[in-house]
């Protein structure tokens, strides 16, 4: 009764293979490499890329042991880290900046055929490699306001176009006022805006005394304009990071507004912060020529005007209406002007030149203020007369600033304005010492308890107990097996969570062997009490471990980081311990004592009950 | 080897005055202790900045203390952490602070006073992150709670969803009743260690119910007091074994783990014991009370066939 099909055998067996085989990149450890990847779409990563690197790394007598190359980069393996260092400067002075990010990285030293199978080391997480993890909170408040205010300049604009008079144009928290002189002028505002702003809600309101129109944003719109908030700053947070030459660096969106990022191995959380919140915009409006600036250096800030500095110069007072901001700005380079002055040279998308263009027209004789909006610090860089029509998109800021200035002006042009400003709401930052003295200390307690379970249960249930510690042996082997598989980042409270399933994965052994006890005191052949043994067992074992799954889930669903690695490891030990446990155990059982004539079965001394016939 | 077998069952539903009491004792002093002392809520939940650093020497925390107070942080809370070496600051949210750029300021001002100071960890948690996660603790809480009743309910039968729950409550009250009376640290993973103990100790419920129904089946004619005394007594060494083992993993967690793991095997092991006794002394009473019959289970399924030796 206590024999498997010849299959299930197989099975068995093949999936041991299959965990010993993806648990195996994880002994062989890394080694310290330098990646060079492409920054820009232009940007190849080809064998004459290759061949240029290892040219001048021979040339420098650079020893190296080995070369990658892939569609994403270059990987370059050294034996040390002061040889990675020195290699990575070297190679970050050779490489152009602008196309490639050089960088520094640990790569497996697993085999190049286990790659080819992906089988691939665990990935670990921050708190095992050393490295930073900022979560940051899109400011949808302010995403709301900056386009409330884009959408006023617009609608003053249609009316103006229109010829529909108007007695003023505010922005009330979430909603944009226009004040009517009458009723039929409202009607015709509605009309026309009606055709041109499908995203708006228009409410006529005469509650104040006056015909005033009400304009909010649809719910829906808001929802859409809030996603590509989000999405926008996303890729924007990209650009930034790739300013810092991390190696894999992970960005992602957590929840509606929040944006998550992973910088590994980064050491200066300063610089990363700085260039992370590093919101830099360009805006271009009009200066006002006739405003008073003495009276506003005292207070008296004319209506519709604010009052800046000009850099180098003295005070200016602008418009506040935002003709251009720097969204439109597809590339930003430093140079020089004609005077061979450092300045940025902007281009334009086709919008922007189109706007560009037709308020150059409309201003000839003016001066038009280019402001600098960094960390709410806005600047005026240089307030120009406009002299002549500028079209074609080509722009050039030439301010006075320093080449080094210009350099930063154009960095942060690049790499794009968050589309709503955002703020840092966790930081966790962990030291490379205290990465790897955690990934100790995790091993080391999974190890002693696994040693201390093992040891107790192979003298408490002896050949069974060897048995029992052998498929929880497997079942750790399955976990990381499978761990590995779906290349899950594993972090300390993860570690936690493979030793506790250590101690509770045996609970399903010690149910089936207490059974068998159980069922030999009870008078039963040798057997038959292994067979009932793992037979009745099963429904304590499914339900036992299924509502313990239910907790994982619930930590799963509503947990959060760290948590939420305990629950998956908590999880998936749970599903390794159900086949480990059960199956595993059992074949090992048949293939030992399933073909013999048994006389006792040997899971150690038993005591037997005096009265076990009044039992049956 | 065999330990834990008893020649005769053991009446443990018979000290039930016993146990309900000393139950209602601990349930009204945990109530009672997180009412007035409440939880030592770690920055994951308050939010603030925590900060772990490391001397070469062994650290002069009044001098570190000094440095603080000179950048204008007299509130923060400066410890050793661990070894003599380590220090661990603590700071609470700062309103001119926003962003987390605390940090950067406390370890220029630590680098400039001895420049042999490393980094070691910083946590930074935002007010209206630690609000979230403390509501996303109690939703997971509630979850699995019904999660539990609706299982057993479907599996054996609502008495014995209701009376595990109960039990497992108890647990995580205790648990929680521990934290706030020695006032240890209750952070992420503590909150993940109590949820795990809601699962976990719902185990013993789960096979002393699978022993119990089996025994309505096998012993017809005993009454629901004997069929449920019988089944912990059965299932006793395994009890013992399995939480013996998970008890020294823990212990192992403990011990080796670091702090990092300290109170998180700190909330298991509370929860691991009293997970044995309220499974044992308050789910099976409760049971009784409930008025559990071998009706509520043997006519829901009919019996297995029995395997005859």
């Known amino acids: 009764m206590n024999r498997y099909p010849l299959w299930k055998y197989i099975i068995i067996a093949a999936s041991i293979l299959l965990g010993l085989l993806y648990t195996l990149p994880n002994f062989f450890g890394e080694s310290p490499a330098v990646q060079i990847s492409p920054l820009r779409a232009g940007a190849h990563t080809d064998t004459a890329l290759l061949q240029r690197v290892e040219q001048t790394l021979k040339q420098q007598n650079i020893p190296y042991s080995g070369t990658i190359l892939e569609a994403t980069g270059i990987k370059i393996r050294f034996a040390d880290t002061d040889t990675q260092i020195k290699a990575k400067d070297i190679l970050s002075a050779e490489i152009d900046s602008n196309d490639y990010i050089v960088a520094l990285n640990l790569l497996p030293n697993s085999p190049q055929w286990m790659r080819h199978i992906s089988a691939l080391p665990m990935y670990l997480g921050l708190d095992l490699r050393g490295g930073v993890h900022f979560m940051l909170q899109v400011d949808m408040d302010g995403a709301l306001t900056k386009s409330l205010d884009r959408f006023s300049a617009d609608l003053r604009s249609t009316l103006r176009e229109k010829r529909i008079p108007s007695a003023g144009i505010s922005r009330e928290r979430s909603k944009v006022i226009i004040k009517f002189r009458d009723g039929q002028a409202r009607e015709r505002a509605i009309a026309e805006f009606k055709k041109a702003f499908e995203d708006l809600d228009f409410q006529p309101d005469n509650s104040a005394g006056e015909p005033r129109l009400v304009i909010s944003i649809k719910p829906e719109a808001l929802i859409g304009m809030q996603n590509s908030a989000v999405q926008r700053n996303i890729t924007t947070l990209r650009n930034r990071v790739n300013e810092l030459g991390v190696a894999e660096p992970i960005i992602q969106q957590a929840g509606a507004d929040r944006v998550i990022v992973q910088l590994p191995g980064v050491q200066d959380t300063a610089k990363a912060k700085e260039i992370l919140g590093r919101t830099a915009t360009l805006e271009v409006r009009m200066v006002d020529e006739k405003g008073d600036i003495d009276a506003a250096l005292r207070g008296a800030v004319p209506l519709g005007t604010e009052l800046f500095t000009e850099r180098g110069s003295g005070p200016i007072l602008v418009k506040k209406q935002i003709l251009l901001t720097g969204d439109r700005i597809t590339d930003a380079q430093p140079g020089f002007d004609q005077d061979n002055q450092p300045a940025v040279h902007l281009t334009l998308d086709n919008n922007g030149s189109r706007i560009f263009k037709q308020l150059t027209r409309n201003n000839v004789g003016k001066r038009m203020a280019i402001l600098l909006v960094e960390k709410n610090l806005t600047e005026v860089v240089t307030a120009p007369v406009i002299r002549e029509e500028i079209g074609g998109g080509r722009v050039q800021i030439s301010g006075k600033m320093s080449s080094i200035e210009a350099r930063d002006v154009a960095l942060l042009l690049r790499a794009g304005a968050l589309a709503a400003p955002m703020e840092i709401v966790e930081e966790r930052t962990v030291g490379p010492s205290l990465g790897a003295e955690n990934i100790t200390k995790g091993f080391n307690s999974t190890l002693y308890g696994f040693l201390g379970v093992a040891a107790f249960i192979m003298v408490y249930y002896s050949s069974i107990g060897v048995i029992s510690t052998i498929a929880l042996a497997i079942n750790l082997l399955f976990l990381i097996g499978l761990l590995s598989i779906l290349q899950a980042t594993l972090t300390l409270p993860g570690m936690a969570g493979m030793a506790l399933t250590v101690g509770m994965a045996i609970d399903a052994n010690v149910l089936i062997n207490e059974r068998i006890r159980d069922e030999i005191r009870h008078g039963a052949s040798p057997q038959a009490a292994i067979h009932a043994g793992y037979d009745r067992a099963w429904d304590a074992i499914i339900d036992t471990n299924l509502t313990t799954m239910l907790a994982g889930i619930g930590l799963m669903v509503f947990g959060s980081g760290p948590v939420k690695g305990f629950a998956v490891v908590l999880c998936l030990g749970i599903l390794t311990t159900l086949f480990s446990a059960v199956t595993v155990s059992r074949a090992m059982v048949n293939l030992m004592y399933g073909n013999r004539k048994l006389t006792h079965v040997p899971i150690g001394s038993i005591k037997m009950l005096k009265k076990s016939s009044k039992k049956n | ?309």
């Open chain 2, 1 to 309: 080897m065999d330990f834990f077998r008893f020649e005769n069952d053991i009446p443990f539903t018979r000290y039930r005055l016993f146990s309900f009491t000393l139950s209602i004792i601990i349930t009204i002093s945990s109530v009672y202790f997180l009412a007035t002392k409440g939880l030592n809520l770690a920055v994951d939940f308050t939010g603030g900045t925590v900060m772990e650093i490391s001397y070469q020497q062994p650290a002069d925390l009044n001098k570190t203390r000094q440095v603080l107070a000179d950048i204008g942080m007299p509130d923060a809370i400066v410890q050793n952490f661990g070894t003599s070496r380590d220090v661990m600051i603590r700071l609470p949210v700062k309103e001119e602070h926003a962003g987390g750029d605390l940090s950067e300021t406390v370890i220029a001002a630590l680098k400039a006073d001895d420049p042999s100071v490393e980094m070691r960890r910083i946590e930074f948690v935002g007010p209206q992150v630690g609000d979230e996660l403390l509501e996303n603790g109690l939703l997971a809480l509630l979850f699995v709670a019904m999660g539990i009743v609706a299982y057993l309910a479907f599996r054996f039968e609502w008495k014995f969803g209701v009376s595990c729950i109960i039990a497992n409550l108890h647990d995580v009250l205790t648990i929680l009743g521990c934290f706030s009376f020695f006032q240890w640290e209750f952070d992420l993973t503590v909150l993940a260690a109590v949820l795990a103990v809601l699962g976990y100790s719902v185990n013993e419920s789960v096979v002393i119910s699978d022993r119990i129904r089996e025994n309505f089946r096998k012993l017809r004619k005993a009454t629901t007091e004997h069929v449920i005394n019988n089944a912990i007594t059965e299932t006793m060494s395994r009890t013992i074994i399995t939480h013996g083992s998970t008890q020294l993993v823990v212990v192992s967690m403990f011990l080796f783990g670091g702090e990092a793991l300290h109170n998180f095997a700190l909330a298991l092991t509370i929860g691991i014991l009293f997970g044995i006794y309220s499974s044992i002394m308050i789910a099976s009473p409760t049971l009784l009370l409930l008025g559990a019959k071998r009706e509520d289970l043997v006519k829901i399924r009919k019996p297995k066939e029995e395997v005859v030796p």
